[in-house]
T-cell receptor, first 115, second 114 residues
């Protein structure tokens, strides 16, 4: 299974600033996903990022707030822009699951706190 | 997306079997049943998946009802490390090709007592 590394693992940021989270995979993958997990909640899909195309955002998430880059088949970034305390969450990168018979794999996430 | 229903929480004792139920009465014939778990302070971890037949792997067994409207994840001997939130998720094929994205519900929080 793919090994996923996220950086940073955690950060504390001031409101109004932006933070870019990096996701590195040890093998080439077509589909990458970004999820958010708010405190005590389940995971919510933010967007799907395929190499060579614009990211596809889920309802309630917009590119201006969560711009995503996917420059190659092993790397992606998610930026959380103009942060407020409500953005305090764990942000997780995931890959795989291209068919119903394939599992998705997840990184351990970036724990973000906004003061 | 087809919906699943799981109990909010369950408890077990260490070294006993655990049966985690999942109802998916609106499942269609091409939907795969996937199970993931999330240990504290970690990302979700794939456990097992199946389509029609029961499945076994090193982590667990998946028992699928004959009508496929329910399934059960079986942990044969629970350990303290199995304390986690377990998610039952359906993967549905899309008209545009491929399968739907992994959408998480609330899952079942499993507590394991020494």
């Amino acid at each position: 299974s793919a090994v996923i590394s996220q950086k940073p693992s955690r950060d504390i940021c001031q409101r109004g600033t932006s933070l870019t989270i990096q996701c590195q995979v040890d093998s080439q993958v077509t589909m990458m996903f970004w999820y958010r997990q708010q405190p005590g909640q389940s995971l919510t899909l933010i967007a799907t990022a395929n190499q060579g195309s614009e990211a596809t955002y889920e309802s309630g998430f917009v590119i201006d707030k969560f711009p995503i880059s996917r420059p190659n088949l092993t790397f992606s970034t998610l930026t959380v822009s103009n942060m407020s305390p409500e953005d305090s969450s764990i942000y997780l990168c995931s890959v795989g699951g291209g068919t119903g018979n394939q599992p998705q794999h997840f990184g351990d996430g970036t724990r973000l706190s906004i003061l | 997306d087809a919906k699943t229903t799981q109990p909010n929480s369950m408890e077990s004792n260490e070294e006993e079997p655990v049966h985690l139920p999942c109802n998916h009465s609106t499942i269609s014939g091409t939907d795969y049943i996937h199970w993931y778990r999330q240990l504290p302070s970690q990302g979700p971890e794939y456990v097992i998946h199946g389509l029609t037949s029961n499945v076994n792997n090193r982590m667990a067994s998946l028992a699928i009802a004959e009508d496929r409207k329910s399934s059960t994840l079986i942990l044969h001997r629970a350990t303290l490390r199995d304390a986690a939130v377990y998610y039952c998720i359906l993967r549905t094929p899309m008209f545009s090709g491929g399968y739907n994205k992994l959408i998480f519900g609330a899952g079942t929080r499993l507590a394991v007592h020494p």
